[in-house]
């Protein structure tokens, strides 16, 4: 059973990394499983480029996308992952730009623009998403709910924890950030956000649970 793990998170000890890296040992923690962690930031490449390729009927590129960077070898990773975690912060309400790049090329080609829009990926897979932010944890939920329906209907069963009201500095005086009532941030971060990790482990266990019982 194969995990895969993409960070889309800039800093590899805060947040987004360190709760994805737990749902990645949860997963892993399932017997049978052998798995890879991404960073996206270690990797050069573009998002889609629009040159459809990935739609041309009987072409070695169809389904595919036909880009050629660093991105490539981890494309064909997630095609054939059983378990697919996704971990990001959330910018300016979105994903990371770096992630939002791997989506793209990972999602448009696994769907046709034919009238019954069958997922074209030779199988499906598990989807576990992390999120992290600063705002507080309504913001962006219908946000978040409309990626995991997007991902369950092109890649599989799709699930998500988030982390919010999370910690971004040691010293919040070093920084313009006077919105930020830092006593409490501090304070969830110390009791909450180890929760938030025990959550992301078990949903990282619970998905490669129900991909080894496929």
Request: aromatic share 12%.
């Amino acid at each position: 059973m194969q995990i895969l793990a993409i960070c889309g998170a800039a800093n590899k000890s805060r947040n987004t990394a360190t709760m994805l890296q737990c749902a990645f040992d949860g997963a892993m923690s399932v017997s049978g499983a052998s798995g890879d962690f991404v960073y996206l930031y270690d990797l050069a490449f573009h998002g889609c480029s629009g040159c459809h390729s990935c739609k041309l009927l009987d072409q070695r590129s169809f389904a595919r996308c036909a880009m050629r960077d660093d991105l490539s070898p981890v494309l064909e990773k997630a095609i054939d992952a059983d378990v697919l975690l996704i971990g990001s912060p959330i910018y300016y309400s979105d994903v990371t730009g770096e992630t939002r790049s791997f989506l793209e090329r990972y999602l448009f080609p696994g769907m046709t623009y034919n009238k019954d829009r069958i997922p074209t990926y030779p199988k499906r897979s598990k989807v576990g998403w992390v999120f992290t932010m600063n705002a507080p944890g309504e913001f962006y939920t219908e946000y978040f709910e409309k990626l995991c329906a997007l991902t369950d209907r092109i890649i599989g069963e799709s699930a998500y924890v988030m982390a919010y009201q999370t910690q971004q500095f040691e010293d919040y005086t070093k920084y313009a950030a006077t919105m930020f009532d830092v006593d409490m941030v501090k304070k969830r971060h110390a009791e909450q956000f180890p929760k938030d990790c025990e959550e992301a482990f078990a949903m990282g266990k619970r998905l490669a649970d129900s991909a080894a019982a496929k």
